[in-house]
């Protein structure tokens, strides 16, 4: 589990197509304190480490979450935001994430709102019904609070503390971002279908 407040500016130093796709991202964690088998979220997706190094770690990444997310658009020098699992006790800044990414989503439109950037992003029609205003979701593993939908988009404002320490600094319209619905929206949309 995780939070979505993301903890490390990774990059992806190598990149290798076998059976599945494995990756090595550079990272300022201790990597003294990773253990084999660790969860690390990678742009949202709960990746497990395979290998570490002093200022890396390597993951496998199967073709079902390539699949999913837009991982397969990864590229060596690529940034990415790295947050590591959740411990009993540490504070839940964010929201519950579990770092299973539902599908990709797109940004439609950028444009400034004082210091804070306001996106919008287009959401599959199927994950479109989960997304409600002042709900959470998450976004390339940040959790981030909707403002307003209209059908299949959504917006958010991104502060500009956000923009430097993650990967929005350097969004642009057209990107496809990992999403990752509200947990609890899942389960009441479930519910209600059930009793529907």
């Excluded at 190094?53 to 020098?77: F, H, M, Q, R």
């Excluded at 929201?95 to 990709?104: E, F, L």
């Excluded at 320490?165 to 057209?174: F, K, L, N, P």
Aim: with cysteine.
């Amino acid at each position: 589990m995780f939070t979505g407040i993301v903890t490390d500016l990774g990059e992806i130093r190598a990149l290798e197509k076998r059976g599945d796709l494995r990756a090595r991202i550079a990272t300022s964690y201790d990597t003294a304190g990773i253990d084999i088998g660790a969860s690390i979220a990678s742009d949202g997706v709960c990746l497990t480490v395979i290998e570490l190094g002093s200022d890396w770690y390597d993951v496998e990444i199967s073709a079902e979450t390539v699949s999913k997310t837009n991982l397969g658009a990864w590229a060596e020098g690529r940034k990415v935001n790295l947050e590591r699992s959740l411990k009993v006790g540490d504070e839940l800044g964010g929201h519950i994430v579990s770092g299973h990414v539902d599908g990709v989503a797109e940004i439609v439109e950028m444009r400034d709102e004082g210091d804070s950037t306001r996106f919008t992003f287009r959401a599959p029609e199927a994950l479109a019904k989960f997304i409600a205003p002042k709900g959470s979701v998450a976004l390339n593993g940040t959790s981030l609070t909707v403002n307003e939908v209209d059908n299949c988009d959504f917006g958010i404002n991104i502060i500009p503390h956000t923009k430097e320490v993650t990967t929005w600094g350097s969004a642009q319209v057209g990107d496809m971002v990992n999403l990752e619905i509200d947990t609890l929206a899942r389960y009441v949309a479930r519910l209600a279908e059930m009793n529907g």
